[in-house]
């Protein structure tokens, strides 16, 4: 007698039914994976982005900007860095990218739903100029906030900030307070999803 080897219909629908089960199980912690890799790699991205520009102003003695930008070649003159931001040597100082200054860098939008990335301080920059001593204009917050604000129990505690000192160097956010796993500003104040940069 000759034997046939394979799945029956009934053991193939079994294993269908198994595999979707699992799909079904395992497809929140994957979309949770997925926010939170995706949280690291764009504040990674603007850490570096910071660093970058510091380094190169000091390197080359000059200003250097770093600014928001939907297009990737011009400043937006908002406080809205989800469009992006370029970064580049301002040889004449007037924080505006001139034909013959360099780009140095460009980030395009970042991926994501209801985004929020913005100076959260209360001057809500849109540009950054480190010095050639590698001090900023400024010191800022930026925080960055994404979907799981309007469904999450806790709003505010996937929200993390990127520190920009007055001395050009950047910190992360964290929860020093221990208040429900909730990270802080350079103030000390939760951070809070609810108030959008201005």
């Not at 004449?92 to 994501?112: F, K, Q, T």
């Not at 993390?160 to 796993?181: E, F, K």
């Amino acid at each position: 007698m000759k034997h046939s080897y394979g799945l029956t219909l009934i053991e193939l629908m079994v294993t269908l039914a198994v595999f979707a089960i699992v799909t079904v199980l395992a497809f929140p912690g994957f979309k949770l994976y997925q926010q939170n890799s995706n949280r690291v790699s764009q504040i990674n991205s603007m850490v570096a982005s910071f660093n970058l520009a510091r380094s190169e102003a000091v390197k080359r003695n000059l200003p250097v900007v770093v600014c928001a930008s939907a297009d990737q070649a011009s400043c937006t003159g908002a406080n809205n860095w989800t469009t992006g931001w370029i970064s580049f040597v301002d040889s004449n100082s007037n924080g505006v990218l001139d034909g013959g200054e360099p780009l140095i860098y460009a980030h395009g939008r970042l991926s994501g739903a209801n985004l929020i990335l913005g100076d959260v301080d209360n001057n809500g920059t849109d540009r950054i100029i480190f010095r050639a001593n590698g001090t900023s204009n400024t010191a800022a917050t930026f925080m960055r906030c994404d979907d799981r604000f309007n469904t999450d129990t806790l709003p505010n505690a996937h929200a993390r900030a990127i520190i920009l000192t007055a001395s050009g160097r950047t910190r992360l956010s964290r929860d020093g307070n221990d208040t429900g796993n909730i990270q802080e500003n350079a103030a000390g104040i939760d951070l809070d999803c609810s108030v959008p940069p201005t």
